[in-house]
């Protein structure tokens, strides 16, 4: 059997399993050829990743178990000390994040749904991670009204160069909610890495208005990162039936959502008056429809892959692929799609230390991938 051969018996029993075999994948991208190999696997819908200095990997699966990588390998134990987590439809242990100090305070900021005031909400928390525990868990953040629906808790983290706190919040599935400034749903909330509402929150004065928010106008972001040149929170989120977004967050600004959209309801329908644009509410700077169901996001700025620098990788949950979009200013010039064969929902995207990119896939069992350049 020659190595064409082998490889294509590969790529079948990936599609077919949903999972990269332990043998490594080799393919082509437009600037480079490509190895992905399997870190770990027999997760249960991992959901995001985080590097910690000294090597560890963390990853989260969203019924409500933290794990550890370490030395290449996945722990069998959970870390201790979560709070009760809601696993419920969409919702669950979600994103990870750790404080740009971590290596002196050893402060891991988390996103998770739990109960809360009769329904469920978009809560964040951080605790001080210790030898296979989390100690000294405070909830910072919990989005209000909680309800009952079990979709769009969100719901991304990141610090941004100044040291604030984004966190983003889905709309849960109530599309009305994200035009409302008394409703922390379909918002983007900043605040201080301590749970403390900065000063300067554009809402933080008006009457009526729940002064954690930043913009509002979104529908259900799940990717969000900090661009590595402008500092400028850059974010995604997913649409209806198309209309998926990236976004620029603007302090105060409405992103729309569902006064203005691309996409439709997913009866086919239009969507509120079929507006695509209004004065007073933010075009998106890029749009995919049909929906690809973008989830994950990380700017590349590692010195592996050169000719990706500066470039914009996003995960497809739908369309189950890894998009590269090359970005000029605020404008997305080129997409190339990859790993299209492997019918993988990718969950997550980060960028290693060593430079190669870590993806999580959304299955039962997930898997945590590495994609790196042949050498």
Known sequence: MNKNTLLALLLGLALLMKTVPAVALEMTSQHYRLRLSVVAEGLENPWALAFLPGGDVLVSERPGRLRVIRDGALLPDPVRG????RATGQGGLLDLMPHPAFAENRLLYFSYAAD????????????????????????????????SGRV?????????????????????????????????????????????????????????????????????????????????????????RGGDEINIVRAGANYGWPVVTLGRAYTGLTIGDGLRTMPGMEDPLHHWTP???????????????????????????????LARLKILGETVVDEERMLEDLGLRIRDVRVAPDGSVWLLTDHDPGQVLRLEPMD
């Open 291 to 321: 929906s690809i169901a973008p989830s994950g996001m990380a700017f590349y700025t590692a010195d592996r892959f050169a000719g990706w620098q500066g470039d914009l990788l996003v995960g497809a949950l739908a369309h189950r692929h």
């Open 82 to 85: 979560l709070p009760k987590v």
């Open 152 to 240: 769009h808790f969100g719901s991304r983290l990141g610090f941004d160069d100044q040291g604030y706190l984004f966190i983003s919040v889905g709309e849960r599935g109530e599309m009305e909610r994200a035009q409302d400034l008394g409703d922390h749903a379909g918002k983007i909330i900043r605040l201080h890495d301590d749970g403390r509402v900065p000063a300067d929150n554009p809402f933080v004065d008006q009457p009526g208005a729940r002064p954690e928010i930043f913009s509002y106008g979104h529908r259900n972001p799940q990717g969000l990162a900090i661009h590595p040149l402008t500092g400028e929170v850059w974010i995604h989120e997913h649409g209806p």
């Open 116 to 147: 809360h005031a009769g329904g469920v909400t978009t809560h964040v928390a951080r605790g001080r991670l210790g030898d296979g525990a989390l100690e000294n868990v405070e909830v910072l953040f919990q989005a209000e009204p909680a309800s």
